[in-house]
């Protein structure tokens, strides 16, 4: 099975760089910078006491020649469009799409791009960044992937697919409706999001001051009424699972949304923020908390 990661970052170069180490024919699609780094030092994941180095193979936009069985699109939101027409090439009559980008609105336009008989639904959780010198750090042994049919159970395509994602380095499973596992875990992302954001600290110090786990939790609950109003309530046993995380003592734990604002990165604040209040307002569903922090994100960003 041929597989084409779009994006070597944080998220798909630890999965990418994971099927790679277990011998799976896996290609990097690349902007030219990032195949420099990833040519000059290999595709490096450190942290966690382990620094393991793949030597991936790469291609840049333009030297597509190849139709591949499965594209896993793991760029940001804001290079979706761009990534679209860079691996138009890479798309045959039986090319399976699996999206790693978090929200919804990413769906729409694979769909229209290529047609929803084509996309899957899919899930990763795990803490990577790209550190200074553009290696993948793993901040916690969390790395889990679900995948499957947006709804339904598991076809034949989908366990196919699983046979040859199931490594070591990440616990691989196939779900049903994957659909509602998106949602549910768009309100854990909405709701670190809103809580890091707001606070601008990590979860272990909201925590310490007086009123601060009441507030983690009306966030998550607001989150998880939209997520209902959508049709896929969020399981009480997930709910109070997130809750846990998110109200941990002690913990360093902040968003991606919340690093990459205060490293000065370009962010997802639209498309987890402000596409999640637009859904919520259609569904008659009120979020004040996420219109909040969606709020002061914007002003960040105009200033």
């Not at 659909?179 to 606070?199: Q, R």
């Not at 009424?225 to 995380?245: D, N, T, W």
């Amino acid at each position: 099975m041929k597989i084409l990661v779009v994006g070597a970052g944080a998220t798909g170069g630890y999965f990418g760089g994971r099927l790679a180490q277990a011998g799976r024919d896996v290609t990097f699609l690349v902007r030219a910078g990032r195949a420099e780094t990833l040519r000059r030092r290999g595709l490096r994941i450190t942290g966690l006491g382990r620094d393991e180095t793949v030597t991936p193979r790469l291609v840049t936009a333009g030297e597509l020649r190849e139709t591949f069985d499965v594209v896993i699109v793991t760029v940001k939101a804001a290079g979706l469009a761009a990534a679209i027409a860079d691996l138009r090439p890479a798309v045959g009559p039986d090319t399976v799409i699996i999206p790693f980008l978090n929200g919804m609105a990413h769906l729409d336009a694979l769909a229209a791009a290529f047609g929803p008989e084509k996309v899957l639904g899919g899930v990763v959780r795990v803490v990577t960044t790209i550190n200074d010198d553009g290696d993948i750090l793993q901040l916690n042994p969390l790395a889990t992937w679900d995948v499957g049919e947006p709804t339904g159970g598991p076809t034949e395509r989908v366990r196919r697919i699983l046979a040859q994602i199931d490594v070591p380095g990440f616990t691989a499973q196939a779900i049903p409706d994957a659909l509602a596992a998106m949602w549910h875990k768009w309100v854990f992302i909405v709701t670190a999001g809103v809580v890091t954001c707001l606070m601008r600290g990590p979860v272990g110090a909201i925590v310490t001051v007086p009123g601060g786990g009441a507030f983690v939790r009306a966030a998550l609950a607001e989150a998880a009424a939209v997520s209902a109003g959508a049709g896929h309530p969020v399981p009480a046993a997930e709910f109070q699972a997130s809750l846990a995380f998110l109200t941990a003592p002690g913990s360093a734990f902040t968003s991606s949304l919340y690093r990459d604002v205060t490293a000065g990165l370009p962010n997802e604040t639209e498309h987890i923020l402000g596409d999640f209040t637009r859904r919520a307002r259609d569904l008659d569903v009120a979020t004040p908390l996420a219109d909040l922090a969606l709020m002061q994100l914007r002003v960040h960003a105009a200033g």
